[in-house]
């Protein structure tokens, strides 16, 4: 278990909690705590820092949200630093290939496979009739063992022939390019919602914790629209980012 040194000031107006927060940061960044190792325990740190344990905690959850530390069931608190996080610039690309080229080991999990009648929101999206048969893919997209993203992806039926081993095995836009599909342009949109328990669990998240969430819509070089898809990322270890442009 790792601890470092840490000095606060309690005639400071920064709250304790930020005080030990950035002071572990620092650790972190400067590599005194290094990628992998663990925390001590929340006991152990009030302890010899001679903080109280609900300060301990609020700056454990900062470096939390921040991306630089993680919390496993049966492990601890482990650091994962900026490495950690995804962040994936907003261009066409599919989360497996965006982690193939960030050398992150990306592993799907397909939790459901199969044809299923369009909703009224997915037959908006595909331009179909609601009701009308689609191939339904839900799958859990895990980075170097982690569990990073929850998906959603609905598709025409005659878009896509595959099978759930293959599509854990390959991301969906190289088996659509595969099929001959030329992507060509989305339309997509990100917000943030709760987490459910189901969602929870699947994520190692904490029920009620915040998500990213994005919708997308994907066209092919005819304007055809070829998939709908619904994403829920971890909002600790997932980020967009781009470039504005003044006009």
């Not at 179909?128 to 339904?136: F, S």
């Not at 669990?201 to 092919?220: K, Q, W």
Request: proline share 5%; net charge neutral; hydrophobic share 40%.
């Amino acid at each position: 278990m790792s601890t470092v040194q840490v000095s606060v000031d309690r005639t400071s107006r920064t709250p304790l909690h930020v005080q030990l927060a950035q002071q572990l940061e620092a650790a972190i960044q400067g590599g005194d705590l290094p990628v992998g190792s663990r925390l001590s325990n929340e006991v152990d740190l009030a302890e010899a820092y001679g903080l109280s344990r609900p300060t301990v905690r609020q700056a454990i959850a900062r470096l939390v949200d921040q991306g630089l530390l993680v919390r496993k069931r049966g492990v601890g608190t482990q650091v994962v630093g900026n490495s950690g996080q995804v962040r994936r610039s907003l261009e066409l690309t599919s989360l497996y290939d965006d982690l193939a080229a960030a050398h992150r080991k990306p592993e799907t999990e397909v939790l459901r496979f199969g044809i299923a009648p369009a909703s009224p929101d997915v037959a908006a999206a595909l331009q179909c009739e609601a009701g009308d048969r689609v191939l339904r893919l839900e799958r859990l997209r895990r980075a170097d063992g982690e569990p990073l993203a929850l998906m959603r992806n609905w598709l025409p039926p005659e878009m896509l022939d595959t099978d759930p081993s293959t599509l854990a095995e390959r991301g969906l836009y190289e088996l659509l390019r595969a099929e001959g599909v030329r992507l060509k342009v989305a339309h997509q949109t990100i917000s943030a919602q709760p987490a459910t328990l189901e969602q929870a669990r699947l994520l190692g998240e904490e029920a009620g914790h915040p998500l990213l969430a994005t919708t997308r819509i994907t066209y092919d070089d005819h304007g055809r629209a070829v998939e709908y898809g619904s994403h829920l990322f971890r909002a600790s270890r997932y980020a967009f980012e781009h470039t504005l442009v003044h006009r």
